[in-house]
DNA sequence: ATGGGGGTACCTCAAAAGTGGTAGTGCGGT
DNA sequence: ACCGCACTACCACTTTTGAGGTACCCCCAT
């Protein structure tokens, strides 16, 4: 399997940098690029017909942006490997990348060799990050924590207490055996915290908390 | 700063890891073991009382875990950098070990040298992470994605339309209306589709969905 | 064509949720 | 000592939900 070749395809909106990247893949036998598109259109196009073993694709292009590219490609049914390449590290990207199913996300100055030293890991089915997207995934996935929505401060022990509850689907009664309170206190609070909230039902609220805790992180 | 001498502490039920941690932290003169801990309880209040600039913390202990450990210290309000140091990489831990507050989560089978200049990184206030551990933090933000519950497929166009409704926090007039249907239909869409989830109210309709579909992320 | 599933609508009924108000207790701050 | 706030409880009342059931339409598969 390593001995394979590996067909690539690079889409870049900067020739120069497309020129660069095929030199540095030259540098291996078993990688060969195979196209190159410096769109998003042409790219998925591409891919479709081509069916490419790894797609390099840079995140910041001018028109479809990388992101919206590699959605496009997944839609499309296109199971290439693909490893994004960029100058951001903006942590929106990454989380959105991956999830989108990138599989890698690599920054262009990265150096040469472990650059590609990370493309032949990517091929070999692993995901691919660079050394400074470690922290911002980390800190993206630690985020819900930090965050203490100012909204949060201004609920009482309690109200936040049932809000934790609400959010775990109960129901009033329910809440109220659990704290040993009559069910009609039960209302009185969620009453007044769907008010500090502004919120309408208990669902929003349940629907609110769970995203502010980050479901099931 | 960096000439500064930092006080680490040791937790770990094992004496021999200990024993051969505090030998590699030997070798920098900067760094000073002021307390060991074979138990979480220890830890804790050995935390509270010296507050170590770095604690390095065994995942995998007997009695009160590594993770219930750290999250108590973070209860205490123990704000020294704390790395953990396992040999699981269980997903789940990760995950888990740095949302409750930890700055590393390092393998036991980590090339000495590269333990000691990662403890010096997390010492330096960056959050370090084995690289093995890379790969299992993209796979949880990419988790949401991949898995499509069976009990999903058991509904119909109509009823999962409808839950993703729900889980907005709408109403079933409200529902009724973004629909053009009557929201007697609505609620026999519900009940149908409560009914195949298994789930007793619209508020844990909507918090399991919210939580397949992995929040914000 | 006959039957079944999905979608729609309507009915009834009981339970749950939400709103308004009153009110007692306990605690911390002025 | 007094005030305000959190917490508790109860009442009355409206709206929303969820569980039954029946019924009609449409489409597709046997």
Redesign the interface.
């Known amino acids: 399997m390593s001995e394979q070749i590996s067909s690539v395809m690079l889409v870049d909106d900067h020739p120069l940098l497309r020129k660069g990247l095929k030199q540095l893949l030259a540098l291996e036998d078993e990688l060969e690029v195979i196209a190159e598109a410096s769109n998003g259109q042409d790219a998925i196009k591409l891919a479709a017909e081509l069916d490419p073993d790894l797609i390099i694709l840079d995140l910041n292009m001018q028109g479809m942006d990388g992101l919206e590219t590699l959605k496009r490609m997944r839609d499309e049914g296109v199971t290439s490997r693909i490893v994004m390449l960029t100058v951001s590290d903006a942590d929106e990207d990454i ?1 959105k990348a ?4 990138a599989d890698g996300y690599l920054l262009k100055d990265t150096d040469p060799e472990v650059l590609l030293d990370q493309i032949k890991k990517a091929l070999d089915g ?2 691919v ?1 660079s050394e400074a997207i ?2 911002v ?6 985020r ?2 930090a965050k203490t929505p100012a909204e949060l401060n201004s609920l009482t022990n309690r109200e936040y207490e049932i809000l934790h509850l ?6 009033n009664k329910v809440i109220a055996r659990e704290l040993n309170i009559s069910d009609g206190t039960v209302k009185v609070h969620v009453k007044h915290l769907l008010k500090k909230l502004g ?10 908390m ?2 502010q ?5």
């Open positions: 989380v991956i999830s989108n199913g692993k995901m990050l470690t922290q995934l980390a800190t993206a996935l630690r819900p924590q609400i959010a775990k689907g109960m129901s919120l309408r039902s208990r669902v929003e609220a349940a629907v609110w769970v995203n805790q980050g479901g099931k992180l």
